[in-house]
Nanobody
Framework: QVQLVESGGGLVQAGGSLRVSCAASGRTFSGYTMGWFRQAPGKEREFVAAISWSGGSTNYADSVKGRFTISRDNAKNTVYLQMNSLKPEDTAVYYC?????????????????WGQGTQVTISS
């Protein structure tokens, strides 16, 4: 079992940057692939990015490639999502997720554990 707590959300102007974090507690953090998903009002939760156990493999949604960077610090049990060149359409609740498998899945159903989410709002 692993518990996930997101932080760092907020209100940013379009074109700006923001970094959200996810702190994990419980079992060995380095044994989980970590993912970020987001859900805008009235829309399905969608994949944003994922990173493997060691950080050696990453996966991104096409909509964020080149703008967002996922990283992790296993010593701090934390995964980050650095978001640059933000757009109003990036506005959503951002969720951290974890899975026991060392594969950078992009499907919600492949993740076992979820945080409560952090709100990111981009103003135009």
């Amino acid at each position: 079992q692993v518990q996930l707590v997101e932080s760092g959300g907020g209100l940013v102007q379009a074109g700006g940057s923001l970094r959200v974090s996810c702190a994990a507690s419980g079992r060995t953090f380095s044994g989980y692939t970590m993912g970020w998903f987001r859900q805008a009002p009235g829309k399905e939760r969608e994949f944003v990015a994922a990173i493997s156990w060691s950080g050696g493999s990453t996966n991104y949604a096409d909509s964020v490639k080149g703008r967002f960077t996922i990283s992790r610090d296993n010593a701090k049990n934390t995964v980050y999502l650095q978001m640059n060149s933000l757009k109003p359409e990036d506005t959503a609740v951002y969720y951290c997720a974890a899975t026991n498998y060392n594969t950078v899945y992009d499907t919600r159903a492949d993740y076992n554990y979820w945080g409560q989410g952090t709100q990111v709002t981009i103003s135009s």
